[in-house]
T-cell receptor
Framework: GENVEQHPSTLSVQEGDSAVIKCTYS??????FPWYKQELGKGPQLIID?????GEKKDQRIAVTLNKTAKHFSLHITETQPEDSAVYFC?????????????FGKGTTLSVSS | EPEVTQTPSHQVTQMGQEVILRCVPI?????FYWYRQILGQKVEFLVS????????KSEIFDDQFSVERPDGSNFTLKIRSTKLEDSAMYFC????????????FGDGTRLSIL
């Protein structure tokens, strides 16, 4: 089955700096990779996702890159703000089927100090 | 924007008692999921549900657990005889049909077993 590894577990940056979180996956058949942001007391909120037919996707200050050969994908946040402080999870599907479960990484706690 | 809603937000139950966690998925979604998150850990898949039947389940989802869609709007998770180790946040998620559609999560129910 799928295994997702996420690094680092904690990340502290100054406001305005960039933050990068990296994930690797094991199942070469995986073709969909979402990123979730979880704030205290809330459920995971989808912030960006990427499908395997593209190598990069951007949405304002957030971007995700995918390297299918190496089986890793990364979240990039530019011009970080204090409100970006949260736990970020990457995920990959359990199997290449419609309606499939997500396997999550262990999460990265991002702290942005002003 | 449509949301997944979960009730109650916090449930306290004695060990050995039955508990039912409730979810209202987004109205035009047909795939439903339950995940759990033990404090400080990653989000773990429990079960997925489509077309009135379980489509996938994890090792965590043993005979103590069951899911049901009792009507056109609710989706429930029942734990028949709770154990201390069932204490966790339980998240419901839903998604539309189609390949690689994003899963949207509720804010969870915090289950505390005494």
């Amino acid at each position: 089955g799928e295994n997702v590894e996420q690094h680092p577990s904690t990340l502290s940056v100054q406001e305005g700096d960039s933050a990068v979180i990296k994930c690797t996956y094991s199942d070469s058949a995986s073709n969909y990779f979402p990123w979730y942001k979880q704030e205290l007391g809330k459920g995971p909120q989808l912030i960006i996702d990427i499908r395997s037919n593209v190598g990069e996707k951007k949405d304002q200050r957030i971007a995700v890159t995918l390297n299918k050969t190496a089986k890793h994908f990364s979240l990039h946040i530019t011009e970080t703000q204090p409100e970006d402080s949260a736990v970020y999870f990457c995920a990959a599907p359990h199997a290449d089927q419609a309606g499939t479960a997500l396997i999550f990484g262990k999460g990265t706690t991002l702290s942005v100090s002003s | 924007e449509p949301e997944v809603t979960q009730t109650p937000s916090h449930q306290v139950t004695q060990m050995g008692q039955e508990v039912i966690l409730r979810c209202v998925p987004i109205s035009n979604h047909l795939y439903f999921y339950w995940y759990r998150q033990i404090l400080g850990q990653k989000v773990e898949f429990l079960v997925s549900f489509y077309n009135n039947e379980i489509s996938e389940k994890s090792e965590i989802f043993d005979d103590q657990f069951s899911v049901e869609r009792p009507d056109g709007s609710n989706f429930t998770l029942k734990i028949r005889s709770t154990k201390l180790e069932d204490s966790a946040m339980y998240f419901c998620a839903s998604r539309r049909t189609g390949s690689n559609q994003p899963q949207h999560f509720g804010d969870g129910t915090r289950l505390s077993i005494l």
